[in-house]
Each structure stands twice: as C-alpha cells, then as structure tokens.
C-alpha cells in the first residue's frame, strides 16, 4: 500500500493549475521510480493473468495514453499495480501542443478538459525513455506504445507520420495503439471516416506485416476511436477494423459533447472531455462494437472508471480489458488495484 495516503496529497495537487500538477507528479515519478521512494505510492499488482491479442496481461486493469506522454514514468507507474500501461500519443517530431492555459478541472463532475495536442518531444526521445524502463516489463507487465501525427503534417499525409511512428515504436512496443480520435489536433477526427481509415489502415497493417517478418516477432495492432459516432459510424469502423486485420480497438477517446456538465465552470472550455461524464458514451460505443465485431476480439474498454463497479460494467459492456486515467487524479493509485480486484475471476 502506498505510503502516503492519497487524500492527504490530492488537496495540494487540487491546490495547483491542473497542468502544473501533472508536471510535478511526473517528475516526482521520474526521479523516484526504482528506488525505494517508490514506496510513496506503490501499490498491489493483483494477479488476475488474461490472454488478450496474443499477449499475458498480470491483470485486465491498464493506464490510458496521455498522462505519460514522453514515457518517462514507465516503472513508475507500473508500480501501482497496473497489469498494463500505454504511454504516448508520440508524434515522430517534438511538438509544443496548443497554447495554455489547456487542461481544466470540472470536480463537480469528476472529469477533466484539456487541449494539450499532443504536446510530446518527439519520437527519438520517446524511444529513448522505452528503452530505459526496465522493471514493469520485467515483472510481466505489457507496454503499449501510442502513436499520431504532428500537428503541422496536413490531413492527407497523416499516413505518413503514423507510418513513421509504427517503423519507430516497433521494436519496443508489446501492442501499438494508433490516435486517430483526439479532438485536440484539427481533423483528425476525420480519418474515423470509412475511406480514409480504410485507407489509413491498409497501409498501417501492410508495413506491420513487413516488419513482422523482417523481425520474427508479432505485434497487436490497435485502433482507438471516439465516443462520438453514431451507430452506423461504429458499424463501418467495426467493418474496416476487420477488414484490414486490425488486432483490436480501444474505446473510446475524450468527448467534445458537453450535456453532462452544463452550466459548471469551465464546461466550454475547447477540448476532449473525460471523466465520470463520458462513461455511458463510452460503454454505448463498446457495446456496438462488440456486437458488430466477431467473438473473441479485443476491445480494451476505457473511459469514466473511477471505482471497481465501473470496470466491472465496462468488461459486461463487452470490453476484454480496462484503462483508466482521469479516474487515477481523482481517486489516487488505489483505484487500480480496487478496479483490479473487482475483475478478478474468483
């Protein structure tokens, strides 16, 4: 159990701007993991083995992308449990993201705004962190490596970014997870769309295959998307995930819908919201993909978990695994190894 109870901690981190807070906790982390400080805030890995797209997960309980945007943490926060962590999103160069203030706290809500997009150093940097993490991979826990596209790259060369990000994480991924739904970084939501995934993807699996056989080595491919399509919107993307063999597809991304926090301060701010209010948004997108997806295929639910009866409704939903993320700042690590023994097969 950690050592300092976390709602000792998250009134100071309240106390301070919401990115600045995440600034300091990550660089506590940094320096910190690995030593025996890490007992601060490390917590139980509850063993709970899954076989999901080839891959041993410890536990179904995982990180989302986007707090460990440089993958500097890796150990980190490994060490709070998670059976699993995705870091990124990666862009193949450094980019500085949209202009501050960018991230805000709705506590009424227990959700989060932010238009960070995809602020991140760069895909040699990111590599280079990978690359140093050595003791979450070593305890058997799974890394999922987050990729996208710059912010400058136009719409219709975005395949090549991804393509350089796939080339660039590869050899270091376990599963590599593809952005193509944050409402941060302008139209990428359009390539949800049915021709340019189709598109997009065909040429994503084709390289993967390549380095696969160049390497003797297998790695998931999956497809994160949003929670705002329409049912027929889910119905293609299901169709072009198999289609093109895509391994899996994690729903859902943050919402731009702000009915569930009208009228709370800064519920207009611009950018993805996450959070408590997108869980049912979330849960709708899962259910419609599994429906419309074969038995046995990988969905990793994600999306307004912040107690174990909500991970648990995400796996009825019909998800195989579970992220969480804005639930970690507003519950402290405890949350993982609750959500992690809430799904343990008994």
């Known amino acids: 159990m950690p050592l300092i109870p976390y709602a000792l901690t998250r009134p100071f981190l309240f106390g301070l701007d919401p990115e600045r807070a995440h600034e300091l906790t990550l660089d506590g982390i940094a320096r910190l993991q690995n030593t025996p400080a890490q007992w601060l805030w490390c917590g139980e890995r509850v063993s709970d083995p899954v076989t999901v797209a080839g891959l041993r ?9 986007g707090l460990d945007k440089n993958g500097r943490c890796i150990d980190g926060l490994g060490a709070m449990g998670f059976g699993f962590i995705e870091v990124g999103t990666v862009t193949p160069k450094g980019q500085p ?4 203030p960018r991230m805000f706290r709705l506590p009424e809500a227990r959700a989060l705004i932010n238009r960070l997009g995809f602020n991140n150093e760069g895909l040699a940097a ?33 395949a090549d970014d991804y393509l350089l990000g796939l080339e660039g994480v590869f050899p270091h991924a376990d599963y590599i997870a593809v ?57 293609v ?22 009915d569930k926090v009208q009228g709370l301060p ?32 990988p969905i990793i639910g994600v999306g307004g978990v912040l107690s174990g009866e909500d991970a648990r409704a995400k796996i009825a939903a019909g998800a195989d695994l579970v992220q969480v993320y804005t639930g970690l700042i507003y519950q402290g690590p405890g949350l993982v190894s609750e959500c992690a023994r809430a799904l343990a097969r008994r």
């Open 266 to 297: 800064h519920a207009e701010e611009t950018g993805g919201l996450s959070g408590a209010p997108v869980f049912e948004a979330s849960n709708r997108v899962i259910r419609l993909l599994r429906a419309a997806l074969p038995a046995g295929y």
């Open 237 to 258: 993307i299901a169709q072009t995930l198999k289609v093109n063999g895509i391994d899996g597809v994690i729903a859902t991304n943050t919402t731009i819908a702000r």
């Open 57 to 65: 997960f410890p536990n179904r309980i995982g990180l989302a992308a």
């Open 126 to 158: 990111f590599i280079g962190n990978v690359r140093r993490a050595h003791s979450f991979r070593a305890a058997g826990g799974i890394l999922g490596l987050n990729i996208g596209k710059n912010a400058a790259t136009p719409i219709e060369n975005a």
């Open 179 to 235: 952005n193509i739904s944050s409402p941060n970084t302008k139209n990428l939501r359009a390539l949800q769309s049915d021709e340019a995934l189709d598109a997009l993807l065909s040429r994503l699996q084709q390289r993967k295959l390549q380095l696969e056989s160049r390497t003797g080595r297998s790695v998931p491919m999956f497809v994160k998307i949003a929670p705002d399509l329409e049912e027929a919107q889910v119905a």
């Open 97 to 100: 993201g949209n202009d501050k």
